[in-house]
T-cell receptor, first 121, second 113 residues
Framework: AQKVTQAQTEISVVEKEDVTLDCVYE???????LFWYKQPPSGELVFLIR??????QNEISGRYSWNFQKSTSSFNFTITASQVVDSAVYFC??????????????????FGTGTQLKVEL | NAGVTQTPKFQVLKTGQSMTLQCAQD?????MSWYRQDPGMGLRLIHY???????DQGEVPNGYNVSRSTTEDFPLRLLSAAPSQTSVYFC????????????FGPGTRLTVL
């Protein structure tokens, strides 16, 4: 069974600090996908990034960066120079490939329990 | 292009009542799913569908039914609501391949008294 662990329930930082959100996953699949979603106070889920299991390159997008390490089954997310607008719940998720008998495949996302990030002035 | 839409946004039910949460997408996605979000538990998969006429159970299917008669619509039915079904429900859709980003609807906040 797949599992995603986000051990940090809540993190509080002061604006402009860097912060890293941890994500550890478990899967027996050799092909899988990892995602990060942001849920701001308004409640919607916003897609941030997708990474497949064969691509261990780190990625940077503006103030956001992601570190994927298969050796430790981790996919950590760092926000540099945090801002108040970064305050949200962040979810890490793992995609499981559906059985081949189902047309087209598709994926089932297993979510972590989320990390509440509070950025204060 | 409206993306994924859900109705209603809020709903209050009494125990034993039935209702249908509506979900529609206009992106021609084959894959659709329903999740519930509870405090401290992240999102958990209820049911999913990989195309019209094909549905299957997720992690927490009990108390819920689904059907998929068209590519666009994927309603979630509560046959006899229970207080344990108080939650926020999200519908999502994606392309059929495993790597597809899932697009989420705005959610339905359901309270069962």
């Amino acid at each position: 069974a797949q599992k995603v662990t986000q051990a940090q329930t809540e993190i509080s930082v002061v604006e402009k600090e860097d912060v890293t959100l941890d994500c550890v996953y478990e899967t027996r699949d050799t092909t899988y996908y990892l995602f990060w979603y942001k849920q701001p106070p308004s409640g919607e889920l916003v897609f941030l990034i997708r990474r497949n299991s064969f691509d261990e390159q780190n990625e940077i997008s503006g103030r956001y960066s992601w570190n994927f390490q298969k050796s430790t089954s981790s996919f950590n997310f760092t926000i540099t120079a945090s801002q108040v607008v970064d305050s949200a719940v962040y979810f890490c998720a793992l995609s499981e490939a559906l059985p081949g008998i189902l047309t087209g495949g598709g994926n089932k996302l297993t979510f972590g329990t989320g990390t509440q990030l509070k950025v204060e002035l | 292009n409206a993306g994924v839409t859900q109705t209603p946004k809020f709903q209050v039910l009494k125990t034993g009542q039935s209702m249908t949460l509506q979900c529609a997408q206009d992106m021609n996605h084959e894959y659709m799913s329903w999740y519930r979000q509870d405090p401290g538990m992240g999102l958990r998969l209820i049911h999913y569908s990989v195309g019209a006429g094909i549905t299957d159970q997720g992690e927490v299917p009990n108390g819920y039914n689904v059907s998929r008669s068209t590519t666009e619509d994927f309603p979630l039915r509560l046959l006899s609501a229970a207080p344990s079904q108080t939650s926020v429900y999200f519908c999502a859709s994606s392309y059929s391949t495993g790597e597809g980003e899932q697009f989420f609807g705005p959610g339905t906040r359901l309270t069962v008294l």
